[in-house]
């Protein structure tokens, strides 16, 4: 798996805590993830022209590996304000870190789409680039985006001309009836979910924290979702959360969720992160990918996973931790 524990320290402000449980119709109890690596790369070696937007280092450039290489060389997240981003080379993975890199912005910039959660896409610019002063902690370094319009709300970013923005919804921003089924469907998959080996757990309620939906252009609705269960002892508090993706599909009538990828996290409340969904996206060869962000007491890292087939994902990358 991609699963690093990262050290402790004080918390990174790199990743917006989106915490807020569902209404109380929202829980569920049920009485009832596989990670695989790939060998792609992009092509980074020595002969290649300069970026504009680049990472200067001391070492030899990591390969891409997992990463997928027709998604571009930048993953932008927006930051705190509409015109900030965070800006992740993805070739600084799970194995790498980012200390002593100095990041750099210069020639001919390119053009970025910025997606909202509601697909649409707007055309933006870096006009400058900030590593932040130098506190001991690692951090990616942040952007001034220069839209070419309005610039609506967003959530993450690609060069322009390599992805078009899927529609995802929270579920609370769904009708009553239909975002108590979705929860309910949550906390099944995540009773389904492999390795339930905490027998202190076992017979819980699944709490579900976030749940967003999507539709493919293949009649499939997909659901990405956490639930979690908590022993609350008090010398001694112990948490699960679980990460699921479901499919079913919109044709078939009565069609149950499908459990397609599931990830459990166990642990004491200060060491058990929190995942959440920040975009969906469809490249030009029909590939589906989803972007979590995935925070930790003092920082965290964004994950991409991969639709594989109907019904099927995978996690594929995994970016370098930032925080401290």
């Known amino acids: ?3 690093r524990k990262p050290a402790l320290g004080y918390r990174d402000n790199v990743i917006r805590k989106r915490e ?3 209404a109380g119709t929202l829980l569920a109890a049920v009485a009832f993830s596989a990670c695989s690596r790939s060998a792609d790369r992009a092509a980074n070696d020595s002969g290649a022209p300069r970026d504009s937007l680049r990472a200067d280092t001391t070492v030899a450039a990591p390969p891409f590996r997992e990463w997928r290489a027709e998604a571009g060389r930048h993953l932008l997240i927006a930051g705190e304000a509409p015109d900030t981003a965070l800006v992740i080379f ?3 993975t799970a194995d790498s870190s980012l200390d002593n ?4 912005l210069d020639g001919a910039q390119d053009t970025y789409e910025l997606f909202a959660p509601n697909g649409a896409a707007t055309l933006a610019r870096l006009t400058r680039i900030d590593q932040g002063p130098s506190t001991g ?3 990616w370094p942040a952007a001034r985006v220069e839209p070419a319009g309005e610039l609506r709300t967003w959530t993450v970013g690609f060069q322009a001309n390599h992805a078009r923005g899927l529609t995802y919804t929270s579920v609370d921003q769904l009708p009553a009836r239909d975002s108590t089924g979705i929860a309910v469907a949550v906390a099944r998959l995540a009773s389904q979910a492999p390795n339930d080996t905490v027998s202190a757990l076992r017979g819980l309620p699944y709490v579900v924290r976030s749940a967003h939906v999507a539709q493919l252009s293949d009649s499939q609705m997909v659901v990405f979702g956490e639930a979690m269960r908590r022993v609350n002892v008090e010398a001694n508090p112990f948490e699960e959360r679980t990460i699921v993706i479901g499919e079913r599909n919109l044709r078939a009538a009565e069609a149950r969720f499908i459990l397609g990828f599931s ?8 060491s058990v992160p929190t995942t959440e969904l920040i975009g969906v996206v469809e490249l030009r060869s029909r590939v589906v990918l989803s ?7 003092d920082g965290g890292v964004f994950l991409m996973l991969e639709r594989q087939s109907a019904g099927t994902w995978r996690a594929r990358w995994q970016s370098a931790y930032a925080g401290c």
């Open 1 to 3: 798996m991609y699963y």
């Open 20 to 22: 807020g449980a569902l």
């Open 90 to 92: 993805p070739e600084f």
């Open 101 to 104: 890199i100095q990041f750099v």
């Open 137 to 139: 902690c690692d951090r």
């Open 263 to 270: 990830e459990r996290h166990t642990g004491d409340e200060e």
């Open 291 to 297: 972007f979590l962000s995935r925070e930790y007491s």
